[in-house]
């Protein structure tokens, strides 16, 4: 069955220092999408892209962060001048289409852990 | 807040048990999702309901939506040790927007 994968799994990084995660979506997918878990807490949505450019963003999302899909087939996050509360776990997911009359099944990957020291 | 809650926040049952757990919500939404998540794992989709459904099967899942009274459960019949793990329900919320809205969960130990 197709599937959503991300790398890193894990990543420690120094605060203050860059990183990017790094996700390959579902291939026939349109959408795609970055949410974060933070340890002990719900998952929230951060941000969607469809056609090349943010669709969607959270408060959540703020300059920090940003999104690109610099190919084909990679859906990437970047997370500038990394803070202590960026520690996370971070989900990729993606779907096919959005809408809202049809079914929007949207798939997560296993999510890269951010640890942020 | 316009997220709902899941309940029970946790839930201890036998193998063989079945297990319900519910799902509420505050605005009207599109479809509603049920996801599983093993400790410090992945998200697992497990059901999708749309909102004019009002009952869905897989497997051994049975969901239901209940619109009027917004909420949804899930039960799992015939428990196994395996199906220990967090269950989620994620709104779509019928707002226009493609963000998924997550409960806090229910944390599903199932003892053999």
């Known amino acids: 069955e197709p599937e959503v994968t991300q790398t890193p799994s894990h990543q420690v990084t120094q605060m203050g220092q860059e990183v990017i995660l790094r996700c390959v979506p579902i291939s026939n997918h349109l959408y795609f999408y970055w949410y974060r878990q933070i340890l002990g807490q719900k998952v929230e949505f951060l941000v969607s892209f469809y056609n090349n450019e943010i669709s969607e963003k959270s408060e959540i999302f703020d300059d920090q962060f940003s999104v690109e899909r610099p190919d084909g087939s990679n859906f990437t996050l970047k997370i500038r001048s990394t803070k202590l509360e960026d520690s996370a776990m971070y989900f990729c997911?993606?779907?096919?289409?959005?809408?809202?009359?049809?079914?929007?099944?949207?798939?997560f990957g296993e999510g890269s852990w951010l640890t942020v020291v | 807040s316009q997220q709902g809650e899941e309940d029970p926040q946790a839930l201890s049952i036998q193998e063989g048990e079945n297990a319900t757990m519910n799902c509420s919500y505050k605005?009207?939404?599109?479809?509603l999702q049920w996801y599983r998540q093993n400790s410090g794992r992945g998200l697992v989709h497990l059901i999708l309901i749309r909102s004019n459904e009002r009952e869905k099967h897989s497997g051994r899942l049975r969901v239901t939506l209940d619109t009027s009274k917004k909420s949804s459960s899930l039960l799992i019949t015939a428990s196994r040790a395996a199906d220990t793990a967090s269950y989620f329900c994620?709104?779509?919320?019928?707002?226009?927007?493609?963000?998924?809205?997550f409960g806090s969960g229910t944390r599903l130990q199932v003892q053999p």
């Open positions: 994620a709104r779509d919320m019928d707002t226009g927007r493609r963000a998924l809205t």
């Open positions: 997911a993606s779907s096919e289409t959005w809408s809202q009359v049809l079914e929007n099944t949207i798939y």
């Open positions: 605005t009207s939404i599109n479809n």
